[in-house]
């Protein structure tokens, strides 16, 4: 059965570090897509600078002409809080008991992960794949997330393919060195993000006037 691998976030706006992360896993793990899912009214802070539907539609943007990316509106048109469990429980039920699901993550998040809402539980769900960066070993996460990790951890990526939940497993990829807190600021400041995102992103950006965009 085709896992299903996903990136969750806000995407406050998606950008190119986003969607080359998406591909290279895609590549990496030999699944046919990678789905997108932005969060909807994020439950740690207000999304500045534009609506949940304006997020939703900039990812879709920036998939349109990319079979190997797909945007998933769950989160956006759900009234429930944006809540990773939530989420991970209605996709187990869509793809049933057998399938594996691969929920990603950057190592900043994963090391949050114990503030999250009944974060114990994904694991019942589905894997985590925390994407670090080169070098970067994590052992200044809490000793509760260490003891978390060593419990869980997988020693091989096929052992996320061919299970349905329950492992972490840790992969370095190095990243494109572009942060959406950057591009926001650049458009603020009256400049051109230009080559850092897809260029319909940037357009809808300028026609819908997002981000102090003017």
């Keep these: 059965m085709q896992p299903l691998v996903f990136m969750g976030g806000t995407f406050d706006p998606i950008h190119n570090g986003h969607l080359r992360t998406a591909l290279e896993l895609k590549q990496w793990l030999g699944v046919d897509q990678v789905c997108l899912i932005p969060s909807g009214a994020p439950v740690h802070r207000d999304a500045p600078g534009c609506t949940p539907r304006q997020r939703l539609e900039m990812v879709q943007c920036a998939v349109a002409d990319e079979p190997a990316l797909a945007a998933d509106a769950r989160e956006i048109e759900s009234d429930a809080p944006s809540?990773?469990?939530?989420?991970l429980q209605a996709l187990r039920a869509e793809r049933g008991q057998d399938c594996p699901i691969i929920m990603t993550m950057g190592m900043d998040a994963y090391q949050t992960l114990p503030k999250w809402h009944e974060w114990r539980a994904f694991l019942d769900y589905a894997h985590i794949l925390v994407l670090s960066r080169p070098g970067y070993d994590g052992k200044d996460a809490s000793a509760e997330l260490l003891e978390y990790t060593r419990q869980h951890q997988a020693t091989s990526v096929e052992a996320l393919l061919n299970t349905p939940s329950g492992q972490v497993f840790i992969q370095e990829l190095t990243p494109l060195g572009i942060s959406a807190?950057?591009?926001?600021?650049?458009?603020?400041?009256?400049?051109?993000?230009?080559?850092?995102?897809?260029?319909p992103v940037w357009h809808y950006i300028q026609d819908n006037k997002l981000y102090g965009y003017h």
Excluded at 181 to 199: C, K, N, V, W
Aim: proline share 8%.
């Design 83 to 87: 809540y990773s469990l939530l989420t």
């Design 181 to 199: 807190t950057q591009i926001r600021h650049l458009i603020a400041q009256g400049h051109s993000p230009r080559y850092l995102m897809p260029e």
